[in-house]
């Protein structure tokens, strides 16, 4: 049985024009263990979907799916309270930008131990251990005093390890990470993609991957979901993507890449992907 | 080359700002109730059935029509000297408005250019204009104006410039931190690597884009412009007898607050209905205009 | 020839002064640079944050004075803290930078962005003006009926162009462009690059080009120069650095770079079912 489970998931928003749909019949699965990228541009409702699994989008945004199960449990019409047990704590997810996804006003340990107050029940010695323990795990050096700095006192990389620590705290199932590095210089990039990696081999953890960088992709997926403009243009392995595209949009994705660049000018999705998602 | 082409379906910048204004039920309420009062103000001689200022003999202290002892002539009764309360009502909203217009715009204008000053120069002239308001700020604000007004003497003009002088700090601090807030942002360093000079950075690039909570604040400097001339009125400093000035209504109606309620109740009723309905206009005019609540 | 663009040992020096509980320290953002330009070449300045390159690029542009050092813009020396900031010299260097959504007044309609710097620096008459904005305006890509619009109505791509534009209109020797498409994905990249491209051919302009990304620095730069933590680490051509980078920093950076080609894939995909055979 797959972890994650979405067939024809439609997201459409309230907007002063009307209704606009962000994503268009989306269906995807992610195995226990596996590593799912979904791969697209600024429009092309990546990360839209894998907020409405969540449940984190907004009153205006509407839902619908003919299926959305996690861990044969059905999420479509579960209630709020119901929500809360399984985000957080099976499933979990890690944002762009981490200094802005952690409250400047607490502790990043107030906020790892808040987690584990919340779904686990530890109590305040148990937290405390716990909280070192994940922080060494993400590799924060001097874990112990770490937990008493503030989000701001850290860098963009420490940051975001915190963000891992609190989002594998309770062993989650299934982890999706919306662009976590692209914030990040490219030295701490290779830090941190390494660490997710490291985690989910050693945890069996499902692992989401929203990305626009196709050397990310590259670098970290077993299966590769390519969206556009809402729509899923393609789906397959990663090694078959690469080499042999099957979607026009893939191909021109690829071929604009600038590292694919034959001759003084680089190819435009325009020039070779005609029939956008009409 | 390719050719590009926009978004077909933008809204116009009017058409978006109504549709999240109109969101706001009080503030349409609001809207409509300003509109009101208005087009009484503009529409003032033609509505009004009396003279506001002309006594009628033998009338005084009558009360409102609808009362055993109402004269059908004075629909709402008539004040301790015999003048028609409707008739003074129905001008009163020219001072009225005439005040918070004058208001708004006089400390608008004085703070915003002080704030434009405070906020690009920083340094020893922003601390100098800072001090100095934070004096302002520091005293009760009525009593600061009730200091200026005998200073000046009593009167509405200088009641009026007694008020801006005391609301302008609000303009100020709002100026100085949005300007803060914008200077270093690049299409102002662009502008300066255009060649742009010190005026034209401050009026034509700036000073645009820190305008949307100003506007929020003068629409609630306005309201409270009426509230202080009223105040002032009612001391016996704004407005003197026998102008229609609704705060200096209630200055000549004090003393029968217990035998004619009706001479204070009906003045207080309109400062009231106009400030609530401003104060719940610039609320509005603070959600649409506020890009972070931008739902969509 | 003269080189557009010269620096020789640059250094620029944050004093911050202390206050009651913390000591005064100077922030060397800048530590001796130098590196020169040729006309029609483009120098790329590869680092990371923290590096310096930003600075750089704002005393090159004559924002920022430098603490130290000589620049030199087509062989006439320039030392903008003694005032040797005449409107000529103003002209002669632009700047793109990197974030489309803030480098456009929202308040001015793009057309009016475009005519400011003829404003401003010369004497067109207003018909003249317009005429000129219009040609840039194509010349970039866009329509006449773009000329009214507010930057809100651009896309991110789009606004980058208004950029590039606006830069333009002044007939500048020099371009600095701070990441330029680093906020743009990757099809919109691909037709600002282009675009790039294209003016340096046909204005046979210079480009100072920031990035962070080397697969953009590979295919736009001529020579390159690596900074790290306010020193230049590595200077020469593109072949030369990429072939054969000499510094430790150099090395780890083009590691770090996920490549998005087959073979990495296979490579990993083997290391991975050994680990799991090996488990």
Redesign the interface.
Known sequence: MALLEIENLVVE?????GP?RAVDGVSLKVDAGEVLAIVGESGSGKSVSMLAAMGLL?W?AKVTADKMVFDGRNLLGMSASERRKIIGKDMSMIFQEPIASLNPCFTVGFQIEEVLRIHLGLDKAARRKRAIELFEAVGIPNPAERLGHFPHQMSGGQCQRVMIAIAIACNPKLLIADEPTTALDVTIQKQILDLLMRLQTEHRMGLIMITHNMGVVAETADRVIVQYKGRKMEEADVLSLFESPKSDYTKALLAALPENATGDRLP?I??IFKGAAQ | ????T??S???SGL??FW??FSRNKGAVIGLGVFLLVLLTAIFAPLIAPHDPIVPYEGMQRLPPAWSEKGNPMFLLGTDAVGRDMLSRLIFGTRFSLFIGLVVASLSAIAGVLLGLLAGYFRGRVDTFIMRVMDIILAFPSLLLALVLVAVLGPGLVNAMIAISIVNQPHFVRLTRAAVIGERE???V?????????TF?LMFK?IL??CLAPLIVQATLAFSAAILDAAALGFLGQGAQPPTPEWGTMLADSREFLQSNPWLVTFPGLCILVTVLAINLMGDGLRDALDPKLK?? | MTPVLEAKNIVRNYYLPGGLFKKERTVHAVKGVSFKVEQGKTLAIVGESGCGKSTLARIV???DPASGGDLFIDGKKVDIAAGDLT?EI??KV??V?Q?PY???????KIGDILM??LI??TNTPAAERRELAMVMLKKV???EI?FN?YPH???GG?RQRI?IA?AL??NPRLLVLDEPVSALDLSVQA?VLN?LADLQDELNLTYVFISHDLSVVRYMADDVMVMYFGEAVEYGTRDQVFNNPQHIYTKTLFAATPRADVDTIKARLARKSAALAAS
Do not use: C, D, W
């Open positions: 928003f309230q907007t002063s024009t606009f907004p205006t435009t325009g020039e | 080359m390719s050719v590009i926009t978004k379906t933008q809204p058409s978006e549709y999240y942002k690049e299409y360093v662009a502008s300066r690597v255009a060649g742009a000079g034209r690039t645009p884009n739902r969509s | 542009t004559m924002i409107p103003r002209r632009q700047i930078f974030n803030g480098s456009l007044n929202p308040r001015k400011e710097p401003i620096n890509g866009l329509q773009h619009r109505m651009f896309s789009q950029a606006r209109m002044l037709q675009l």
